[in-house]
Each structure stands twice: as C-alpha cells, then as structure tokens.
C-alpha cells in the first residue's frame, strides 16, 4: 500500500520569504513519480513540480524547488521569494498510474 | 493547446438520481482518470482508463461505473446517488510512456456534484 502524509494542515509566509512545506511518501514500488500541486479556491489542481523517483538529482522550477530524501521518504516543497499568488492548497501526491494525495497544507502569504 | 475539458462545471441531483459527468482529454492524451474531492481532503482516485479499457480502480461501490470512448473521452456514471456523494470530481489525462509508468496527469477544472 501506498501512503502520502503531509502533517502540517497550515503554514504561513512573509511576502518575499522562503517556506518549506514537508511530506512523507511510502510506497513498495521501485519507480514512480512524485509531485506537488497547488490547488486556489477556484479549485483547478495545478501541477507545480514534478520528482522522478529513479533521479537523484532534486528538480526545480524557478522559484519552486524540491528536497527528495528517498531512503528517509521525504519529499519536500520549497517556495522562494514567495508571492501573494502562491496562497492555496497544497497537495503532495505519488505513483505511477494512480496517484495517491496526502491531506494537504493550506499556504497563506501575509503582505 | 487546450487542457482537460469537463462537463457540466455544476449539477445538482437528489439521492436516488443517477448522473454522468464527462471529460475531454489534452490532445493525444490517451490515458483518463477519475478523482473525487471531497471538501477538505484531498483527491481520491475513482478509476483509470487507457486505450479504452479499465486499468485501475479505487476502492469505490459497484455503484460507480466509467467508460471511454475512440476518441478518448470518457464518462463517469454514478448511480443511486447518496449524500455522500457530493464532492468535486476531478478528470485528469496523461500520455502513456514505454514501460507502462504514464507522464505527468494533468487536471480538468472538475464537476461540483451536490446531491440533495
């Protein structure tokens, strides 16, 4: 079975500050894909980033950048310079066809 | 390009009803899968269909029920309708790579489903 846990339901950032969001993912398979989307209150899931569990290197997407940890199944998010845009939902999910979500962290970027 | 359509955007049904909501896949996307959202968690995976047939299922009643067509398309059918069936229901598509692990699914802008 597969498991995705996020433990932190709130977080809150300074406009132009950094904030790590952190997830765990445990999962038997050998190779999958992890990922972090962000989901506004329009609701529309947005595709942030991307991990491929088989790369070591961790992917980056300006100012968006992970830290895949796979021996200690951590996967985290980090925002840089955030922006008042960058407030949503959060979500971390993994898999290879069915993807599996954690429970979310609701980012708020204070002015 | 356009992304993942879905039809209706909102529906309302009363318990008992049957509904059927519909999505439109990324231009040669082959691979379509359903996600239900029930407000506050996050999405929970219904069904995935590739090549027309069935490749994976979530841990949904018989209740639930999904098809996709020669174009790709697909139809996810809920039958009886309960209250708790009232969630956004999330279409996303993929392209298929060699060896079976997909790309990237990419999210449609959802069906909210209130059952009454």
């Known amino acids: 079975a597969q498991t995705v846990t996020q433990s932190q339901p709130e977080m809150s950032v300074q406009e132009a500050e950094t904030v790590t969001l952190s997830c765990t993912y445990d999962?038997?398979?050998?190779?999958?894909?992890l990922f972090w989307y962000k989901q506004p209150p329009s609701r529309q899931m947005i595709l942030v980033i991307r991990?491929?569990?088989?790369?070591?290197q961790n992917a980056t997407e300006n100012r968006f950048s992970v830290n895949f940890q796979k021996a200690a199944k951590s996967f985290s998010l980090k925002i840089s310079d955030s922006q008042l845009g960058d407030a949503a939902m959060y979500f971390c999910?993994?898999?290879?066809?069915?993807?599996?979500f954690g429970t979310g962290t609701r980012l708020k970027v204070l002015a | 390009d356009a992304g993942v359509t879905q039809s209706p955007t909102h529906l309302i049904k009363t318990r008992g009803q049957q509904v059927t909501l519909r999505c439109s896949p990324i231009?040669?996307?082959?691979?379509v899968s359903w996600y239900q959202q029930v407000l506050g968690q996050g999405p929970q995976f219904i069904f995935q269909?590739?090549?027309?047939?069935?490749?994976g299922r979530g841990n949904f009643p018989d209740r639930f029920s999904a098809r996709q067509f020669p174009n790709y398309s697909s139809e996810l059918n809920v039958n009886a309708l309960l209250l708790g069936d009232s969630a956004l229901y999330l279409c996303?598509?993929?392209?298929?790579?060699?060896?079976?692990?997909?790309?990237?699914?990419?999210f449609g802008p959802g069906t909210r489903l209130l059952v009454l």
């Open positions: 231009s040669g996307h082959k691979s």
């Open positions: 996303a598509s993929s392209l298929e790579r060699a060896g079976g692990l997909q790309e990237t699914q990419y």
């Open positions: 999910a993994g898999g290879t066809y069915k993807y599996i």
């Open positions: 991990q491929e569990a088989y790369k070591q």
């Open positions: 999962t038997s398979e050998s190779d999958y894909y």
């Open positions: 269909y590739y090549e027309k047939e069935e490749r």
